[in-house]
């Protein structure tokens, strides 16, 4: 089978969560015999271009310029790599929807993950127009639809007005982590935090009002501000930050990991999160999670006593996390839990076999070959061809 995935980077320790997220999948898939090509957007690198050859991945750069209507980009590329189906990771992205128009125009099943990418925190106007024009049409249409939790599932069923076509729930997964000791609580109480300085989306002035009132808690929360995040991030600290809290510079590979295992609780409180894969990273290594009500794996996390999900306010949050800390026992119930939750589900070898099995239910459906005929045909007469040929 030739699988084209479109979106992910290769992830060289610097990528965006949907690249550390998708290279595990794809890997495995590659282990388990597929023909793999990725299409990334942008500029290549040389690190990019020699982790994809390590990978067994045929990497594709292509400048998005390149895919405007009207441009040979599309037709260049799919008929070029000839794929049997196009994995589009991420949503909001008018060159993917170029892309599947084109894999329409030549039968080519297509596939998509938004990868939490429904959200709509900011741009709320520009993304429902966009979407109402341009991303519903093409979601509606994919042979199938990837949903990180049960949680965005639903919210894709709404957002496409109840018409979300064939949706299977397919959690991030997660490589294997190297062999670490056991994870123990520090002798002294330490709550982490890693990622992007994102005041609003990632919740980082909850992340500083709840330092304030655990004062005998060291914090630590390790990330930077990007573009449009800056200017609120300044103001963050300029308010002031309390003496306990400290913020530093992003780490990466196994200067990430030990951070986090040296936590009593890693600690994510955004106000919007599809997945968070360093909520998983952290359970992987065994680090009890505390997690906001908005993100999306708190329901999960709720449901199999995997970590805390803590309340709204930050007043009774620090009341919890307070109680949780003083209970050893209980840390140590939900690292055990956590861990071996991360094992059993974010295999990335079992959730490549998902994705597999689901690529051939696609390409064995009697009825691409009809849709495939009727794309072709005038109007009208397409009308009532996709009608008698309904299952």
Not at 47 to 58: L, N, Y
Not at 66 to 90: K, N
Not at 175 to 185: Q, R
Not at 215 to 238: D, K, N
């Amino acid at each position: 089978m030739r699988i084209l995935h479109v979106g992910p980077r290769p992830d060289v320790g610097e990528g965006s969560g949907v690249d550390v997220a998708s290279w595990p999948l794809i890997s495995a898939q590659v282990d388990r015999g597929a023909q793999v090509a990725v299409l990334a957007m942008g500029k290549g690198d040389p690190r990019s271009h020699a982790e994809a050859a390590r990978c067994g991945v045929r990497l594709q750069v292509a400048d998005p310029r390149r895919l405007l209507p009207g441009a040979r980009g599309v037709a260049t590329l799919l008929d070029g790599l000839r794929p049997d189906v196009v994995h589009l990771h991420s949503v909001f992205l008018p060159a993917h929807a170029l892309l599947a128009g084109g894999c329409r125009a030549r039968g080519i099943a297509y596939v998509v993950t938004p990868h939490g990418g429904l959200n709509l925190f900011r741009g709320r106007r520009k993304k429902e127009a966009y979407g109402a024009l341009v991303e519903k049409p093409y979601l509606r249409r994919a042979a199938c639809v990837f949903a990180l939790t049960e949680r965005e599932r639903d919210l894709l069923d709404r957002w496409l007005g109840g018409r979300l076509g064939r949706c299977v729930v397919l959690p991030n997964p997660l490589p294997s982590a190297p062999a670490a000791a056991p994870w123990a609580p520090p002798a002294q109480a330490a709550l982490i935090y890693v990622g992007r300085y994102d005041v609003q989306k990632k919740g980082l002035d909850r992340f500083v009002d709840l330092a304030a009132r655990l004062p005998e808690v060291s914090v630590h929360a390790f990330g930077s501000a990007t573009g449009s995040e800056r200017a609120a991030f300044s103001a963050l600290v300029r308010r002031g930050l309390p003496g306990n809290l400290t913020l530093n510079a992003p780490v990466y590979g196994t200067r990430k990991r030990a951070v986090v295992a040296a936590a009593s609780l890693y600690v994510h409180l955004a106000r919007n999160e599809g997945f968070g894969m360093s909520i998983v990273e952290a359970m992987q290594l065994g680090v009890p999670v505390a997690v906001a009500e908005e993100c999306d794996l708190a329901e999960q996390i709720k449901a199999q006593d995997l970590g805390l999900v803590l309340p709204p306010s930050t007043e009774q949050a620090a009341d919890v996390i307070r109680r949780a800390l003083a209970d050893r026992s209980q840390l140590a119930h939900w690292s055990r839990r956590g861990q071996k939750w991360v094992r059993q589900e974010l295999d990335a070898d079992r959730l490549a076999g998902v994705t597999l099995a689901a690529y051939d239910s696609v390409l064995a459906a009697p009825s691409r070959c009809l849709r495939r005929a009727a794309d072709l045909l005038p109007d009208a007469t397409a009308h009532r061809f996709r009608r008698s040929s309904e299952c």
